[in-house]
Structures are given as structure tokens and as C-alpha cells.
């Protein structure tokens, strides 16, 4: 059977490790939105080792300080869902109370048509930073 991110990085791919890699996703309405995604093809957290759950837990949460400290978002999204793509990947996605579907989530149903430009220029290097330890 194939898969998207069996077969594809899935985005702009920023930083790869053994057991998974951290991509941009190229979204104008969500300037800084990033995912998590585990290399190798798994559907649920549960068909990881815990050794490995924690792990992935950890690049997640590096990727979310980063996109914090780049953008200074209102809130983060965390969300895996994979119901359209059942491959295991986090999506860390920065919301500001005028984007695009706040407080909707990104996917709901659009609350307004403008999405102001957002600075992302430190973001690849804050995830640089971040995501050391993790390699
Ligand atoms: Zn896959």
C-alpha cells in the first residue's frame, strides 16, 4: 500500500533524525505551522515502544518551544489526527486570534478571509537550536 510520507518528506524538510524528521509546512494562512513526523510508518502512538513515545514526544516539544520563541503565538495546536494520512506525525501549528479560523481549529470552518503576514526569518534556526540534543 503506499503512503505519503512512506514515500515523500511531506513538506520543506528542516531536520531528520534515525527515528523522525521535523518539516514546514507550506501554508500562507499558517505562517511557522510545522509536523513531527516518524519515519517509519506507524499509525498510533500505542505501536511505538515506549522509549520511542517519548522521544517523539520530546522533538514535538522542542518544535513547539522553537515556533514559540520565533513567533510568540497566542496559543499552539497541537493535534494528530491521521485520518486522512493514517502515518504517524504531530502537527505544531502557531494561532494568533486574528487568524484565519481562531478559535476555530485550522481545519473547522473559516472565522475570517485575511491572514495577517507573520515573521518567520528565526524560526529554522530556533529549531536548529532546539532540536539538538535530539539527533
Ligand atoms: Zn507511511
Redesign the pocket.
Known amino acids: 500500500m503506499s ?1 505519503e ?2 514515500d515523500r518528506a511531506g513538506g520543506e524538510l528542516v531536520w531528520n533524525s534515525a527515528r523522525c524528521r521535523v518539516i514546514r509546512v507550506a501554508d500562507t494562512d499558517y505562517p511557522g505551522f510545522c509536523r513531527v513526523v516518524w519515519n517509519a ?1 506507524a499509525a498510533e502512538m500505542t505501536d511505538l515502544t515506549p522509549d520511542d513515545r517519548r522521544y517523539l514526544m520530546d522533538v514535538v516539544l522542542a518544535v513547539e518551544q522553537a515556533v514559540r520563541d520565533a513567533l510568540s503565538p497566542d496559543k499552539i495546536n497541537l493535534a494528530s489526527l491521521g485520518n486522512v494520512v493514517p ?1 504517524l506525525h504531530w502537527h505544531v501549528i502557531p494561532r494568533f486570534r486574528d487568524d484565519r479560523h481562531f478559535p476555530n481549529p485550522i481545519w473547522g470552518e473559516p472565522r475570517r478571509y485575511v491572514s495577517p503576514s507573520r515573521d518567520t526569518a528565526g524560526l529554522d534556526a530556533l529549531l536548529a537550536e532546539r532540536l539538538a540534543t535530539l539527533a
Open positions: 503512503c510520507l512512506c510508518h502515518h
